[in-house]
């Protein structure tokens, strides 16, 4: 009878669950790291400077503003250009008319 008990029982198993639940009351470095990262995340991120999502987001929508103001600049920039050159080309023909 005490060798069927012993056939019929999952000692090895049993021995198994019995460490994993262990393990998983004792602390570790891994899980003590994650509990302070977890209740000191907000304070980490402003003393290091980190970024966040939305401050991505924000820079993200500030490129893109001024990328779009540099496009009207340079179309600014190109169109005065234009126009000084006209000018340049008419003072020319003015100091001819002129006699200069």
């Known amino acids: 009878m005490t060798a069927e008990l ?3 029982h999952d000692y090895l198993g049993d ?3 019995a460490f994993s639940d262990l393990a998983g009351k004792i602390p570790t470095f ?3 790291l ?5 209740a000191h995340f ?7 400077g980190l970024l966040t999502e939305n401050d991505l987001a924000d820079f993200d929508g ?3 503003t001024l990328s779009g103001e540099i496009d009207r600049l340079y179309g ?3 169109a005065v250009e234009a126009r000084a050159k006209a000018l340049d080309a008419e ?3 003015l100091e001819a008319a002129h006699g200069h």
């Open 34 to 38: 994650d509990q302070y990262f977890d």
């Open 91 to 93: 003072i020319t023909t």
């Open 62 to 64: 500030r490129l893109a």
């Open 15 to 17: 021995v198994s669950g």
């Open 30 to 32: 891994e899980r003590s």
């Open 6 to 8: 012993y056939e019929n």
């Open 42 to 48: 907000a304070a980490i991120i402003d003393e290091w």
């Open 76 to 78: 600014a920039q190109v």
